[in-house]
DNA sequence: CGTACCATGTAAACAGTTACATGATTCA
DNA sequence: TGAATCATGTAACTGTTTACATGGTACG
């Protein structure tokens, strides 16, 4: 029985971009991946050392004219074959949101309707400014464009996050008419 | 700077319904609660005893004649006041859905494209059948109906899933022809 | 007598975040 | 000189899952 640990393959992929040291990891997730993976550098550090440990990488250490000393990370040939492994492995379960807002809405009879009204507007503002990240990052995807190859599958991650915000807002506009339906917009 | 543990909430909150004992809250999670919030026995157990000694419940012992002994847990003025406060305190960031299918087609250059289509199409299916249970759960808490003030916010969560399942499942459709337009459907 | 269900709990492992510590280089 | 950025790393903590352990009752 082994363990998924897809966070491993997650910065082990990282590792076919340009991205070499933790230090690019951690961006290059930030940019790229934190809409559907998130990950630290208490994750970062340890894994990469994990990596050459299992061979999957290789490490060297670089100086630099124009910056601090790094290390250097390369996936071996090790490494391409247990990513594309991994990439062929179907998931075996669909993750489980956990949703606070959903949380708190279950519990929302104990409530007046104003207050979850509030919660929902709020959540719904969350949401809007989050879409609006997902535009950002599709434009920079799609301006820079320095891999052609991996481009588009990027681009079809950042959809998947538009459509279901998009889902999520409108749930937001829906459920909020139906809890107060005479409630004016304006103060 | 106290901690938010909206498990803690979760299960208070679950107080508030027919659930007394630990089973029945297990229970109850895994039928309403458990496609925005799963708790395991780990949780459960401990956290009742952490309600009682933080005065949000109190707990007594029962002999059943039908059954086991078991404990039930109860409510108290406090925890009601608690749960209120928590349910108006808005969330301070939208969760970020960890989702294993993304971060696999985002490395999906390293892939054919047969080997991508075959893992959203099972990803497809998957979802199709978590949108089954939603109906099915949804169903059943408008025929349940025990408590009438309580299902229409639990069927506004189900809404949720519902509408997020579905604009993933067409998402899916549409990545799977961006990735192979000319593909046929039959074998 | 066995199976299913009711019922309570803990220990260990695992995943992940946060805070901290360190230090180099660049630029204003 | 100080701030921003580049760069590496660990320790402690929190939350959660899994596996295990126990035992009662009901029903066929």
């Known amino acids: 029985m082994k363990k998924d640990n897809h966070t491993k393959y997650a910065i082990l992929g990282l590792l076919t971009t340009d991205c070499r040291s933790g230090y690019a990891i951690k961006q290059m997730c930030d940019r790229s991946l934190n809409h559907f993976w998130k990950i630290s550098y208490g994750q970062i550090y340890p894994m990469l050392k994990q990596l050459v440990t299992d061979e999957l990488a290789t490490v060297r250490d670089t100086t630099q004219d124009d910056g601090p000393d790094k290390k250097e990370y390369f996936i071996t040939a090790k490494g391409e074959a247990a990513l594309q492994e ?58 820079h464009m320095h891999n052609k190859q991996d481009a588009p599958y990027w681009l079809f991650t950042l959809d998947y996050g538009k459509r279901l915000t998009k889902a999520a807002i409108d749930w937001c506009t829906d459920t909020i008419d139906q809890i107060n339906p005479g409630r004016d917009n304006d103060g």
């Open 86 to 143: 991994w990439l062929q492995t179907p998931i075996d379960k669909i993750p489980a949101e956990r949703n606070a807002v959903l949380l708190k809405l279950f519990f929302s009879r104990h409530q007046d309707a104003d207050a979850t009204i509030r919660q929902l507007e709020d959540y719904q503002q969350k949401l809007e400014e989050r879409y609006s990240t997902y535009e950002v990052i599709e434009e920079m995807i799609a301006s």
